[in-house]
């Protein structure tokens, strides 16, 4: 079956430092979702790609979507304390009429004062 | 900003016994979901519901659970004779639209099988 996996599964920043979690999904996606978790909270949608190549921002967030639509990856800009949570990829694959999103395993980020 | 609510919060149940987890969707949503997470795990498809029929399935979702629209507002995930590999969040999705359309998840319910 498909397979989203993400690395880290854990990181560990300095408040400040930059952040990268990647997503590689085992089947080409027609869209990713991304979702951010909080301690003790539910998944919330921060944002979707759906073009080849899609870059978007969303302030300090960097959002890429592969050429081959197979891997996604998440940037965030010197973090802040409130950036804390596990990040999500979600994918859906490219069969019409499939409605079923894929979670990765998530990257957990801590930051440290 | 409208909400996807979940009930109960906690559910503590003995092994075996039949649980009711229920969810109120967006109100103008037509798209529902559920999904579970393990204590620390990821997040697991479960099913997904669209007009009053399951439209996709996970291998989790064997016979021992269903799911039903019983009014115009309740989404609710059944499951039959829980078992303790069952204990684990439970998460009620919903979103305007298939496929690219953001799913808002509710708070979640704690099931706990003893």
């Known amino acids: 079956g498909q397979q989203v996996m993400q690395i880290p599964q854990y990181q560990h920043v300095q408040e400040g430092e930059d952040f990268t979690t990647y997503c590689n999904s085992s089947?080409?996606?027609?869209?990713i979702q991304w979702y951010k978790q909080r301690p003790g909270g539910h998944p919330v949608f921060l944002i979707q790609l759906v073009k080849s190549g899609e870059v978007k921002k969303q302030k300090r967030l960097t959002f890429q979507f592969g050429e081959a639509k197979k891997n996604s990856s998440l940037h965030i800009t010197a973090t802040q304390t409130t950036d804390v949570g596990t990040y999500f990829c979600?994918?859906?694959?490219?069969?019409?009429?499939?409605?079923?999103?894929?979670f990765g395993t998530g990257t957990r980020l801590t930051i440290i004062p | 900003e409208p909400e996807v609510t979940q009930t109960p919060s906690h559910q503590v149940t003995q092994m075996g016994q039949e649980v009711i987890l229920r969810c109120v969707p967006i109100s103008n949503h037509l798209y529902f979901y559920w999904y579970r997470q393990i204590l620390g795990q990821k997040v697991e498809f479960l099913v997904s519901f669209y007009n009053n029929e399951i439209s996709e399935k996970s291998e989790i979702f064997d016979d021992q659970f269903s799911v039903e629209r019983p009014d115009g507002s309740n989404f609710t995930l059944k499951i039959r004779s829980t078992k303790l590999e069952d204990s684990a969040m439970y998460f009620c999705?919903?979103?305007?639209?298939?496929?690219?359309?953001?799913?808002?998840f509710g708070d979640g319910t704690r099931l706990s099988i003893l």
């Open positions: 979600a994918g859906l694959r490219t069969n019409f009429g499939n409605e079923k999103l894929t």
């Open positions: 089947t080409t996606l027609s869209n």
């Open positions: 999705a919903s979103s305007a639209g298939p496929r690219v359309q953001p799913q808002h």
